[in-house]
């Protein structure tokens, strides 16, 4: 928890009510956000975003695997997540375990429609290589590097931009008269299918403070807060899952125009990433 006098935060929720916060951004606008690509030669795709002080690294593992029973046309992705001791003083102890906790379950249901995977955001289906035989299974572990405050939204950013970085390997499939026709797998080490991240949404949080709500929040500008909705969104507009967390309820009419309000901030958010992403990669073919 962030210890603020009285003043700090009667200075905090006067500037937000003024649309001027405390580092002299407007209510929508986000802080600086930087992006490194394949910073895990060892994963599939890996990447590092920073939104101000807040630093956060996505990995993508890519494992051969078998469909379940009741989606066997679909591969299958987890999301796990970490946060380091270092990273703030609340996570030392059990306070780390609780926040990757409820990070891991935020970003299963805005990004995979929950731990089915009904409804994903991320395109289960082009994971398959022979339905109800074999799928892709992708391992997503994001950390917590530094945090000051829009943890949610920059873990999702940095999961699209790893996912932007993963080659999945090509595979050979082959049937075998003497193992009854199960098939054989030829795994590629040098020819890779690129991951298709159109559909990946990015997440947008909107923080309540006082009467007003804001994006990307510090820790700060998070202590004061009474809400926040969290959704994602895809490039197409469509909202893909939401998640709310802060004891304080909200009307129906504040949350279809918080859902407004993040289908508009979201396009701006992504064109900043796909930028990001171009300006990454340029960076790693020289």
Wanted: glycine fraction near 10%; hydrophobic fraction near 40%; aromatic fraction near 4%.
């Amino acid at each position: 928890m962030v210890g603020l006098s009285e003043g700090e935060k009667h200075f905090i929720r006067g500037g937000i009510a003024q649309d001027l916060r405390a580092d002299g951004r407007t209510r929508l606008q986000f802080r600086a956000v930087t992006v490194e690509t394949g910073i895990i030669p060892q994963a599939n795709g890996s990447a590092r975003v920073r939104m101000g002080a807040t630093e956060v690294i996505a990995s993508v593992k890519a494992e051969l695997g078998k469909p379940t029973i009741l989606h066997p046309g679909k591969g299958k992705v987890s999301i796990y997540v970490d946060c380091s001791p270092t990273a703030a003083p609340m996570f030392e102890g059990r306070g780390s375990e609780e926040l990757s906790a409820e990070l891991s379950v935020a970003l299963q249901r805005c990004l995979l429609g929950g731990k089915s995977g009904a409804g994903a955001a991320i395109d289960l289906s082009s994971l398959i290589v022979i339905e109800g035989k074999a799928c892709w299974d992708l391992y997503i572990d994001g950390l917590v590097v530094s945090s000051d405050g829009n943890l949610l939204d920059a873990l999702a950013a940095a999961i699209k931009v790893a996912l932007s970085d993963t080659g999945i390997p090509k595979v050979n499939v082959s049937l075998n008269a003497e193992t009854d026709g199960e098939p054989e797998f030829d795994i590629s080490d040098e020819d890779f299918l690129q991951f298709d991240t159109s559909s990946v949404p990015v997440i947008v949080t909107l923080t309540k403070v006082g009467k007003h709500y804001i994006v990307d929040a510090t820790s700060e500008e998070e202590s004061q807060m009474s809400s926040a909705v969290s959704v994602s969104v895809n490039r197409l507009g469509q909202i893909c899952g939401m998640t709310k967390r802060g004891g304080a309820g909200l009307d129906p009419s504040v949350i279809f125009d918080m859902i407004s309000v993040a289908k508009h901030v979201s396009q701006r958010f992504i064109s900043l990433l796909d930028s990001e992403i171009a300006a990454a990669e340029a960076a790693d073919a020289e």
